[in-house]
Nanobody
Framework: QVQVVESGGGSVQPGESLRLSCGAS????????MGWYRQAPGKQRELVAT???????RYADSAKGRFTISRDNAKNMVYLQMNSLKPEDTAVYYC???????????????WGQGTQVTVSS
């Protein structure tokens, strides 16, 4: 059974930083793209940042210059360093991993349960 679990959320003041972590566990042969998404109350889930196996990254405009995604392939981990946080960054942050599935012989999306980030003064 493959699991994806996030950690590192919390409550901070504007301008402060947080680092989110996400790990995939279970019988894993290969992970393709890993990424972070967020969903604020009353809004749709949106992409924050993604990173491929070889380290190519993609960011939402709102994250550029403030957030950094990184990955440790040996540990099946992905991280999101968030600096200069703003109240509008308040959301539940979800991790997604594209993990190879032997049954379907393809990559399936696995989501974590989410971790709350609250930015407020």
């Amino acid at each position: 059974q493959v699991q994806v679990v996030e950690s590192g959320g919390g409550s901070v003041q504007p301008g402060e930083s947080l680092r989110l972590s996400c790990g995939a566990s279970g019988i894993i042969f290969s992970i393709n793209v890993m990424g972070w998404y967020r969903q604020a109350p009353g809004k749709q889930r949106e992409l924050v940042a993604t990173i491929t196996r070889d380290g190519s990254t993609r960011y939402a405009d709102s994250a550029k210059g403030r957030f950094t995604i990184s990955r440790d392939n040996a540990k099946n981990m992905v991280y999101l360093q968030m600096n200069s946080l703003k109240p509008e960054d308040t959301a539940v942050y979800y991790c997604k991993a594209e993990i190879y599935n032997f049954v379907s012989a393809g990559y399936n999306d696995y989501w974590g349960q989410g971790t709350q980030v609250t930015v407020s003064s």
